[in-house]
């Protein structure tokens, strides 16, 4: 009992010297605000920014507000971190079932791979990838091209894009409800599954109400359909989409040194699934491919996606060093240039400190809902 209070009495002490420890450094630095005549607060937010992005997917100009650069420099953080983890799952899954194979030559390829990527610093990668590669591409007159609508070359990479005109949100609203009809046919399947003591099986049919709605939409609407095709007028290339250099070597970089651990978290759940779990089911008369997807996959997503998911917190953060090749995210632009013209640091690096911490409390929240499905 004495044990519990002198416990609970080290607690309040530790926690009562750590409040008193932050108090006293808001303190400080509110008198030496104060006596530097440097105003706090948030206002700047408000005030307009007076600088260009190289790369927007809102709506932006000059005149837009510090409020706005941070919006924009978030969904850069965002795009190239979704890119990322998108990519180098997909590629990780390929390698670690390369180095499970039973062919020597493709699982040396991997394991290659696996130990060169993984043991090179990110930064030095990143740097090759934009310096070495991308910038050492030809000119635009010259560009590397695929059947004259996709080109390649040192300013970036421009592709194809759909104008869909005023029927955008329509085929929004279309893919919403083809999704949300999918969910409502699957679930009910599944439940009719379980209450006949079967297994749910993945019918082909129910991703048809995403697609078909779109493309029904589309077709009711072709009109105001337009595709836009990237041609070179002057130095550059204008139309369709542009990829610029920073993004393509960031997203190229992060994706082939972010494989490398996915490959290995992956190939860690798959061995986690013991072999009598596949031979009890080979013997059962289940195929390789559904043992595979109902025994092996299933039991090895317990052990991958914990960690997998806290990995991708990792690359989140990792994008982070895209300001060494000028790429516009939230530490470049916001972190950066506003911090230099607003004067602003406390409130400028607790915004992009708290951001980083949401984004991270958020894929956290999203990777446990998903690990309590897996377990379910």
């Known amino acids: 009992m004495r044990g519990g209070k002198?416990?609970?009495?080290?607690?309040l002490i530790v926690l009562l010297s750590v409040v008193a420890f932050v108090v006293g450094i808001a303190d400080n630095v509110a008198t030496n605000l104060a006596r530097l005549g440097i105003k706090t607060g948030f206002w700047f937010l408000s005030r307009p920014a007076g600088f260009d992005i190289s790369q927007t997917l809102i709506s932006y100009s000059d005149d837009s507000t510090y409020f706005t650069v941070f919006v924009v420099a978030l969904l850069n953080?965002?795009?190239?971190?979704?890119?990322?983890?998108?990519?180098?799952?997909?590629?990780?899954?390929?390698?670690?079932?390369?180095?499970?194979?039973?062919?020597g030559l493709v699982a040396a390829t991997a394991s290659l791979y696996v130990e060169t990527f993984r043991n090179i610093p990110l930064l030095i990668q990143l740097l090759f990838w934009y310096f070495a590669?991308?910038?050492?591409?030809?000119?635009?007159?010259?560009?590397?091209?695929?059947?004259?609508?996709v080109f390649l070359n040192n300013r970036g990479l421009f592709i194809p894009s759909i104008q869909f005109g005023d029927s955008v949100w329509l085929m929004f609203g279309a893919f919403a409800a083809g999704l949300a009809i999918s969910a409502f046919v699957a679930a009910n399947a599944r439940r009719r599954a379980a209450a006949a003591g079967q297994i749910a099986t993945f019918a082909q049919w129910t991703l048809l109400p995403p697609i078909a709605l779109p493309l029904a939409v589309g077709i009711f609407y072709r009109e105001n359909i337009a595709w836009s095709i990237p041609n070179l007028q002057g130095f550059n290339f204008h139309g369709g989409i542009t990829i610029l250099p920073e993004l393509l070597a960031l997203t190229i970089?992060?994706?082939?040194?972010?494989?490398?651990?996915i490959a290995e978290i992956i190939?860690?759940?798959?061995?986690?699934?013991?072999?009598?779990?596949?031979?009890?089911?080979?013997?059962?008369?289940?195929?390789?491919?559904q043992t595979s997807r109902l025994i092996v996959i299933p039991l090895a997503l317990r052990v991958i996606v914990p960690p997998l998911g806290a990995y991708y917190v990792v690359v989140l953060k990792n994008s982070s060093l895209g300001t060494?090749?000028?790429?516009?995210?939230?530490?470049?632009?916001f972190a950066g240039t506003v911090l230099n013209q607003?004067?602003?640091?406390?409130?400028?690096?607790t915004i992009t400190l708290l951001t980083y911490l949401a984004l991270g409390f958020v894929f956290s929240l999203a990777t446990s809902a998903v690990n309590r499905r897996v377990r379910q």
Not at 267 to 289: C, E, F, H, P
């Open 6 to 11: 002198f416990g609970l009495v080290l607690q």
């Open 77 to 103: 953080t965002l795009l190239v971190s979704l890119l990322s983890i998108t990519l180098g799952t997909l590629l990780g899954f390929v390698v670690a079932l390369s180095r499970s194979s039973s062919n």
């Open 133 to 149: 590669v991308v910038q050492a591409l030809p000119a635009p007159h010259a560009s590397f091209r695929l059947g004259d609508v």
């Open 253 to 261: 970089g992060l994706s082939i040194y972010s494989g490398a651990f």
């Open 267 to 289: 190939r860690g759940g798959i061995l986690a699934v013991s072999r009598g779990q596949t031979d009890a089911a080979m013997s059962l008369g289940l195929t390789r491919w």
């Open 324 to 333: 060494a090749i000028a790429y516009p995210d939230l530490i470049l632009v």
């Open 342 to 349: 607003t004067a602003q640091p406390i409130e400028v690096m």
